[in-house]
């Protein structure tokens, strides 16, 4: 318990430079670059990603959890990280052949930076051996790097090649500075001896049943911003990509918590540990967070994008609005999916909820975007997350009750609808400005705190009445 409260503090300080630094990035971006901008690099990565999401396998999650499960166990740990790294290594030289042969153009090709980086990034590795302290200092250096190299030479619209290389070659340099820490961990007598060994294509074979999962969460990371793009146009795009990193710090402060646990449960399961407890913990300090903050982004969702993106961005209020509650089943399907089904050996199961949530994303991508542009992109999000999370309850409820372990805590559920609906009325006696957020935020907070203990006060002594009575 010690070491998931330490990991969970190094995550704790990343996802709070996470939501510091966007406050002073993006609103500076929205104003240089505009819609038009962002949305053509985000537009062209977004087709870019596939030919990583293809090529990925699911290798990234198998190894974790794998390195993991043989923590302590130095050869077998190098032996795991040799076979994986060989395996992208072939994997990458026609990958990138591919790549290049189909566009040439500047943006195309810069895109690739993005693409080199996922495909070699070695977190995995650190995550599964619980190393989270090295991974907070690479990104701290890479987040603060990309900010100043975003105020120093990106000053126009003409500066969109430079923008796009500062957001996806911070993050190669970021892998560059992972490397020497590997020296304490891996065996490399066991890595080079290990490398060009023939049994490593086995990994592709355990590693498939969580490709598919995998492929459709990594679809779900660019397939919205593909349809809009091709179906409306790239300005569209960059109105639901700003709204969307909106969306996404507070989506990774939510879920950080699943990142510190998956190791840490596959450890207990191996060891015969009861996780249920864990498992309910979890789920409460995440409703705890995700209710407060859904009800915080809707209620002030106008304030926000006006006063940190500027009039140019009013079309992403709407959609601010919308993807607010994706935040809901993602981070309770984070909690069943990473903390529950894939460390206690799910992975055949893990791919039906993903396999629908993917289905009825397209599915309603194609029908809400032609009707009402990204604002149905929006909508068919949330309710494919929705429908992610209610097939992984169904599929583990005989062995945990998920359903019963949320109704624990629908004090959260009662306390942000109050909190919303007080902060609306507010609001409309108030202008938009920096002093009016920070006040209606505040009020917000304040009044989810103490709703949320009254209530939960409250729950708790009438379930003890019944218990008494009984």
Known sequence: MKQIKKNYIFQVLLQVINFVLPLITVPYVARVLGPEIIGKVSYANSLAYYFYIIASLGLNVYASREV???????????????????????????????????????????????????????????????????????????????????????????DIYLYALIMYGSSLIGLLLLIPSLKKHIDLNVFYSNFFKLKNFNYLLLSLPLYIPQLGIDIYNSIDRSFIGYMVNETEVGYYEMSQKIVRVFLILITSLGTVLMPQIASMIKSGKEIK????KSI???????????????????????????????????????????????????????????????????????????????????????????????????????????????????????LKLINKHNQFFIASALSIILSLIIKIYMSINIFNILFLSSIYVFVYLILSYSLSTFFKRQIKSIKFKH
């Open 277 to 280: 407890t864990t498992i309910d």
């Open 284 to 402: 409460g300090f995440t409703l705890f967070l995700t209710c407060g903050i859904v009800g915080l982004l809707f209620s002030l969702s106008d304030f926000i994008v006006t006063f940190f993106l500027g009039e140019r961005f009013i079309q992403s209020i709407n959609l601010l609005r919308i993807l607010s509650f994706i935040l809901l089943p993602i981070s309770i399907g984070s909690i069943i999916g990473t903390q529950y089904m894939l460390p206690i050996g799910m992975d055949k199961q893990y791919k039906t909820p993903v396999l629908i949530g993917v289905t009825v994303n397209i599915i309603l991508n194609i029908i809400l975007i032609s009707a009402i542009s990204s604002n149905g992109a929006a909508i068919a999000s949330v309710i494919s997350e929705f429908s992610v999370m209610s097939t992984m309850i169904i599929l583990t409820f005989k062995k945990i009750n998920f």
């Open 68 to 158: 993991a499960y043989n923590q302590g166990d130095n050869s077998k740990v190098s032996s795991v990280f040799s076979s994986v790294v060989f395996l992208k290594t072939v994997i990458l030289i026609p990958l990138a052949i591919t790549y290049f042969a189909i566009d040439q153009s500047l943006i195309w090709l810069i895109t690739f930076v993005n693409i080199l980086y996922l495909f070699m990034d070695i977190s995995w590795f650190f995550q599964g051996i619980q190393d989270f302290k090295i991974l907070f200092l690479r990104n701290i250096i890479i987040k603060v790097l990309s900010v100043v190299l975003i105020f120093t030479l990106v000053k126009s619209t003409k």
